[in-house]
Nanobody
Framework: QVQLVESGGGLVQAGGSLRVSCVASGNIVSFNAMGWYRQAPGKQRELVASITPGGGTNYADSVKGRFTISRDEAASTVYLQMNSLKPEDTATYYC????????????????WGQGTQVTVSS
């Protein structure tokens, strides 16, 4: 079974840093774009950052200059380094993968992780 598993969330003071990770498990062959989304209570889920297989990145304006997304193809992992965290960054962070090939011929067009909580105290 192919799935995404996030880790690394937690509680941090404003101005601090956290790195969240997302591992794709299940005999992964390759995956297309991957991204991090977040959802705060009472708000819609929003894109935080995404990265293509070629390393092209895209960031929400609210996190530009503070967050960095990266991927390790060999480890089927995508990371989100979050610096200079603000209370408004508090949310559940979800990993998403598009176009995942796994096993001998398995394909999942879209996968979501279960989410990891990031809380930034003021």
């Amino acid at each position: 079974q192919v799935q995404l598993v996030e880790s690394g969330g937690g509680l941090v003071q404003a101005g601090g840093s956290l790195r969240v990770s997302c591992v794709a498990s299940g005999n992964i062959v390759s995956f297309n774009a991957m991204g991090w989304y977040r959802q705060a209570p009472g708000k819609q889920r929003e894109l935080v950052a995404s990265i293509t297989p070629g390393g092209g990145t895209n960031y929400a304006d609210s996190v530009k200059g503070r967050f960095t997304i990266s991927r390790d193809e060999a480890a089927s992992t995508v990371y989100l380094q979050m610096n200079s965290l603000k209370p408004e960054d508090t949310a559940t962070y979800y990993c998403r993968a598009n176009g995942v090939w796994y096993g001998s011929s398995g394909y999942a067009p879209l996968l979501w992780g279960q989410g990891t909580q990031v809380t930034v105290s003021s």
